[in-house]
C-alpha cells in the first residue's frame, strides 16, 4: 500500500477521483512501466536512492506525471524488492571509529594518509570503509533481489489498486452489495476487522453496510488500514458494488464508487478459511465429527425481513438435525450490542453461542444457549450443550 502523502486524488462535483492509469489515455505507460522492472531487476548491488534516480530519469520526458505518481512507483517496487540492511548499529560504531580517528591523525596528516592508516587499521580498503559509513540510511541500503513480476500490467495494476486503497483511509462508512460471492466477500470483511451489518435485497442478493475508520474507534490509522486491506480481497471476488462516502480535506464529504466491472485487479489470494484464531482452534479440536455431529464451516445464510445472518459454522447430526454455532469474539460495545439484536431476531433458530469470559463480565447476558471461553470454547462443553438441546429437543429433563 501506499502512505497517504503519495494518494493523488481529486474531488469533481461531489465524486471522489482516484488516480487511476489506462490504455486508452496513459498509452506510453506499459513501456515507462517495462523500463522500471528494468532498473529493479538488473539493480543488484546498488543503492536506493540511485534506484529511484534512474526510475525518475524514465519519466523525464512525460509531461503528464504528478511527482507523487513516480514515488509511489518506487515505493510498489521497494515493496517487493529485498535490501541489505546491516547488523543493527554496525554502521554507527563504523562512524565512530572511523571520525574519532580521522580527528586524532588529522593534524599535520594529509587526507590521503588519514583515510589509508584507518583503512590499515580497520583492516579494509579505504573505497569499501567510505561504501559502509552510511549504510544504515535507507537511501544508501543496497538492493539484494528484486521478487516483483517482470510483467508491466502487473505493476501498472498494483499502481491503480493502491491509489484506491489510500483513499479509503479517510472512509466514514461504505456500503457493497454483492451477488455472486456474498459468502465469500463477507469473510472477507470479517478477515479484515471490519464492523459490519447485513440486508437482504432480493434472492442472492446482499447489501454489507461497514463501519469505516473515521466513523469508529476515534479514526485510528490502525482501522483505515484495515479497510484499505479488505480492497484487494474484494477485487478477487464476483459481483459486487462499493459505494463508500470519504471525508474530504476540507471538512467535506464525497463518494467513491466502485464495482467489479471496472477492471481493477488483485493479486489476493483465496481467504483464509477461518476469521479468527479463535474459531480455528475451535474447529481444529473439533475434528470432523463428534457424537454423531459434523462441523460445517458457515454452511447457511439466514433472513429475517431484510437482515441476513451467516453464522460462524453449523452443526449436522447424522439424524438431520441442525444447531446453528456463533462464536463472539472481542469487538466494541456496538458490535456487541449488534450482535445481540442480531441474535435475538432470529432467535427462532436454534443457534448456541460461545462467548469469551471477558465479554461476559462486561455485561453479556449468559443464557442457557451459551458456552463461555477464556481463549477457545472447549469441544467438551460444546458436545454437552448440544446434548442437553437434543434432549430439549425430544421432550427430555
Given at each position: 500500500?501506499?502512505?497517504r502523502?503519495?494518494a493523488?486524488?481529486?474531488?469533481e462535483?461531489g465524486?471522489v477521483?482516484?488516480?487511476?492509469?489506462?490504455r486508452?489515455?496513459h498509452?506510453?505507460?506499459p513501456?515507462?512501466?517495462r523500463?522500471?522492472?528494468?532498473?529493479y531487476r538488473?539493480?543488484?548491488?546498488?543503492?536506493?536512492?540511485?534506484?529511484?534516480?534512474?526510475?525518475?530519469?524514465?519519466?523525464?520526458g512525460?509531461a503528464?506525471?504528478d511527482?507523487?505518481?513516480v514515488?509511489?512507483?518506487?515505493?510498489?517496487?521497494?515493496?517487493?524488492?529485498?535490501?541489505g540492511?546491516?547488523?543493527?548499529?554496525?554502521?554507527?560504531?563504523?562512524?565512530?571509529?572511523?571520525?574519532?580517528?580521522?580527528?586524532?591523525?588529522g593534524?599535520?596528516?594529509?587526507?590521503?594518509?588519514?583515510?589509508?592508516?584507518?583503512?590499515?587499521?580497520?583492516g579494509r580498503p579505504?573505497p569499501?570503509v567510505?561504501?559502509?559509513l552510511?549504510s544504515?540510511?535507507?537511501?544508501?541500503?543496497?538492493?539484494?533481489?528484486f521478487?516483483g513480476?517482470?510483467?508491466?500490467?502487473?505493476?501498472?495494476?498494483?499502481y491503480?489498486?493502491?491509489?484506491?486503497q489510500?483513499?479509503?483511509?479517510?472512509?466514514?462508512?461504505?456500503t457493497?452489495?454483492a451477488?455472486?460471492d456474498?459468502?465469500?466477500?463477507?469473510?472477507?470483511?470479517?478477515?479484515?476487522?471490519?464492523?459490519?451489518e447485513?440486508?437482504?435485497?432480493?434472492?442472492?442478493?446482499?447489501?454489507?453496510?461497514?463501519?469505516?475508520?473515521?466513523?469508529v474507534?476515534?479514526q485510528?490509522?490502525r482501522?483505515?488500514?484495515?479497510?484499505?486491506?479488505?480492497?484487494?480481497?474484494?477485487?478477487?471476488?464476483r459481483?459486487?458494488?462499493?459505494?463508500?462516502?470519504?471525508?474530504?480535506?476540507?471538512?467535506?464529504?464525497?463518494r467513491?464508487?466502485?464495482s467489479?466491472?471496472?477492471?481493477l485487479?488483485?493479486?489476493?489470494?483465496?481467504?483464509?478459511?477461518?476469521?479468527?484464531?479463535?474459531?480455528?482452534?475451535?474447529?481444529?479440536?473439533?475434528?470432523?465429527m463428534?457424537?454423531?455431529?459434523?462441523?460445517?464451516?458457515?454452511?447457511?445464510?439466514?433472513?429475517?425481513?431484510?437482515?441476513a445472518?451467516?453464522?460462524?459454522?453449523?452443526?449436522r447430526?447424522?439424524d438431520?438435525?441442525?444447531?446453528?454455532?456463533?462464536?463472539?469474539?472481542f469487538?466494541t460495545?456496538?458490535?456487541?450490542?449488534?450482535k445481540?439484536?442480531?441474535?435475538?431476531?432470529?432467535?427462532?433458530?436454534?443457534?448456541?453461542?460461545?462467548?469469551?469470559?471477558?465479554?461476559v463480565?462486561?455485561?453479556?447476558?449468559?443464557?442457557?444457549?451459551?458456552?463461555?471461553?477464556?481463549?477457545?470454547?472447549?469441544v467438551e462443553?460444546?458436545?454437552?450443550?448440544?446434548?442437553?438441546?437434543?434432549?430439549?429437543?425430544?421432550?427430555?429433563?
Amino acid at each position: 500500500m501506499l502512505t497517504r502523502d503519495l494518494a493523488i486524488v481529486r474531488f469533481e462535483r461531489g465524486r471522489v477521483v482516484p488516480d487511476l492509469l489506462c490504455r486508452a489515455e496513459h498509452t506510453r505507460y506499459p513501456a515507462y512501466a517495462r523500463q522500471m522492472l528494468a532498473v529493479y531487476r538488473e539493480g543488484t548491488g546498488r543503492a536506493r536512492r540511485d534506484l529511484h534516480r534512474e526510475v525518475e530519469r524514465v519519466f523525464e520526458g512525460e509531461a503528464d506525471c504528478d511527482p507523487r505518481r513516480v514515488r509511489a512507483f518506487c515505493r510498489l517496487l521497494d515493496q517487493e524488492s529485498e535490501y541489505g540492511v546491516p547488523a543493527r548499529g554496525e554502521g554507527a560504531a563504523l562512524r565512530l571509529t572511523v571520525f574519532t580517528r580521522a580527528a586524532e591523525l588529522g593534524a599535520g596528516r594529509s587526507p590521503g594518509e588519514v583515510r589509508t592508516t584507518i583503512a590499515s587499521e580497520v583492516g579494509r580498503p579505504w573505497p569499501e570503509v567510505e561504501g559502509d559509513l552510511f549504510s544504515d540510511a535507507p537511501g544508501l541500503q543496497r538492493l539484494a533481489a528484486f521478487r516483483g513480476s517482470a510483467e508491466p500490467e502487473v505493476l501498472l495494476s498494483r499502481y491503480n489498486v493502491a491509489q484506491v486503497q489510500a483513499c479509503l483511509y479517510r472512509a466514514e462508512r461504505a456500503t457493497v452489495v454483492a451477488t455472486d460471492d456474498f459468502k465469500t466477500i463477507l469473510r472477507y470483511a470479517k478477515l479484515a476487522g471490519l464492523l459490519h451489518e447485513i440486508r437482504r435485497l432480493g434472492p442472492e442478493r446482499y447489501r454489507i453496510d461497514l463501519a469505516g475508520p473515521a466513523s469508529v474507534l476515534r479514526q485510528t490509522r490502525r482501522y483505515g488500514v484495515r479497510f484499505a486491506c479488505f480492497l484487494p480481497a474484494l477485487l478477487a471476488c464476483r459481483g459486487w458494488r462499493l459505494d463508500a462516502v470519504v471525508r474530504a480535506p476540507w471538512g467535506g464529504h464525497a463518494r467513491l464508487c466502485l464495482s467489479s466491472r471496472l477492471g481493477l485487479r488483485s493479486r489476493h489470494p483465496e481467504p483464509s478459511e477461518f476469521d479468527s484464531g479463535v474459531e480455528e482452534r475451535f474447529a481444529r479440536a473439533f475434528g470432523g465429527m463428534r457424537d454423531g455431529w459434523k462441523l460445517l464451516r458457515e454452511a447457511e445464510v439466514l433472513w429475517e425481513g431484510q437482515t441476513a445472518f451467516v453464522p460462524d459454522f453449523v452443526f449436522r447430526h447424522e439424524d438431520g438435525r441442525e444447531v446453528l454455532f456463533e462464536v463472539v469474539g472481542f469487538w466494541t460495545p456496538r458490535y456487541l450490542e449488534r450482535k445481540r439484536e442480531t441474535l435475538s431476531l432470529f432467535s427462532r433458530h436454534r443457534i448456541l453461542v460461545a462467548v469469551p469470559r471477558e465479554t461476559v463480565r462486561r455485561g453479556w447476558q449468559v443464557s442457557r444457549d451459551t458456552v463461555v471461553y477464556a481463549t477457545a470454547p472447549r469441544v467438551e462443553d460444546v458436545l454437552g450443550a448440544l446434548r442437553r438441546i437434543a434432549e430439549e429437543d425430544q421432550g427430555g429433563p
